[in-house]
């Protein structure tokens, strides 16, 4: 991460800490948007924690959630819905991570 916005220390912090406060709540918002079968939701909050897991180096949980995006598109519940398990774990992983690292802005 640090290399894709040059090194800057104080940029890389505010964007785990938007990481560390806004990204859980898309996850629960994920998993409403499943229940529900809001096919436009789930595409569109699986688009944005993509794009803010490959911001912040989460690889394996950007393609969960692209996973889930192109099934929202497909109006492919059932592999969303599978899919969510993944997500949640490669999201707790990384959220644990990102928690003990040194850019954490409450390790700082």
């Not at 709540?25 to 993509?50: M, P, R, W, Y």
């Not at 911001?55 to 969510?84: C, H, M, P, S, W």
């Amino acid at each position: 991460m640090l290399e894709r916005i040059g090194g800057d220390t104080d940029i890389a912090m505010a964007v785990i800490e938007g990481f560390l406060v806004t990204i859980p709540d898309q996850v629960t918002v994920l998993k409403d948007f499943l229940e529900e079968g809001n096919l436009n939701g789930i595409t569109h909050t699986a688009h944005s924690l993509k794009g803010v897991a490959a911001t912040v180096g989460g690889e394996r949980l950007r393609q969960v959630a692209l996973l889930i995006e192109r099934a929202g598109k497909d109006g492919d519940t059932e592999t969303a819905q599978n899919a969510f398990a993944a997500l949640k774990q490669e999201f707790d992983t990384l959220f644990d991570v990102i928690n003990q690292s040194d850019l954490n802005p409450e390790n700082g």
